[in-house]
């Protein structure tokens, strides 16, 4: 019997986890721990809509009204330190031991350093205090160096350009998003931040960063020298494990967590960027740091706390805004054999799907968000789409997965 949940994290997937607990008539004690002050918020809107405005309408999650009307309990800015089996509870820094029957480890991640680098000028982003920070640098005219071509650098690069600031990108491999979408869809992203004016720089590394009261000058390793008035680096994220470990869990790339996002130890659950999940559909380990696997692992742990939980196994889907265009990604593709473009890469109007032994695994869109939820759909019900079907633009693929849902035969529709 479960009569008090704590969460370890106080961000998007407890928020999500604690309201699906209360939306499913849970009514034991919750209380929240987070090591930052603020309130439960969202993180994407800190490299886009935040991070240009500072306008936090509809930021935090779960109102303070709320939290008292289901009697949610947070405790911000009181780190954790480990889980105590012994006592049943979760022990805080300053020594407080906060009683739980059950626990849910929503820790995130923190941005990986760069070894070279560190002053008041070079920024990362990870919370609103980094993303104040590096707002207050980003001034038309402002020369902006960001490191990494991932969706966090790209997104601020697109960001700051929109805000008059000269945008240099130092990208370590052939092509932005290189190891989620390969070097030809990576191209067509490289050509996106080019036609916007930006400086990419591919292929190349930061070997050294020296900074002034005038700005910071990155070295590179082919000896080229660029000058900025400000640097983020946005070169991944480190899983924030050393609760776990701490507490005796399996960790490995975060915390390792079954299909139910149950841990090594029993009435202790983890989602979000923190858990290392195996995942049913694709039939492999994964740790996924997006903000709609934070929501719905979040609601399925929740679930399998309360017993009433199936195996997560969502194909994962995100979005990212960059410039004049929304990009969607649906799936995984990692080992896929055969790419099929619908579309333009060259106009950046196209949906590229990945498939691997002829199964659609993954797919990805520039302003084809319709399409991208299709394939979803067809991912998850692993239904076969012969590759033209895929390429031709006048097959209705919300059709096919449509079909695929009510069991209908694709032959006919397909024929």
Known sequence: MIDAVATIGAGQAAAVAVRTMRRAGFDGRIEMIGDEPDRPYQRPPLSKEYLASGDDEGLFLLPERWCEENDVRLRLGQPAVRISAADAGVELADGTLVAADAVLIATGGRPRRLPVAAGARICYLRTIADSDRLRSHLRPGARLIVVGGGFIGSEVAATAHGLGCQV??????????LPVLGPVVGAACARLHQAHGVDLRLAESVAEVSESAAGVVVTTGSG?????????????????????????????????????????????????????????????????????????????????????GGPYADPHWFWSDQYDVNLQYAGHANGADELVVRGSLDDLDFCAFYLRDGLLRAAFGVDRGAEVMAAKELIAGQVRVPAGVLADEDADLAELAEAALLDESLEEELA
């Open 168 to 177: 240099t990108v130092v990208e370590a491999l052939a092509a932005p998003l």
């Open 224 to 308: 080229a020298r660029i000058e900025g008035d400000v640097l983020v680096a946005g070169i991944g994220c480190q899983p924030n494990v050393e609760v776990a470990a701490r507490s005796g869990l399996a960790v490995g790339n975060g915390v390792i967590v079954d299909e139910h996002c149950r841990t090594s130890i029993p009435n202790v659950l983890a989602a979000g960027d923190i858990a290392n999940h195996w995942h049913p559909l694709f039939g492999e380990r994964m740790r996924v740091e997006h903000f709609d696997n934070a929501s719905k692992q979040a609601a399925a742990a929740a679930r399998s706390l309360l017993g009433r």
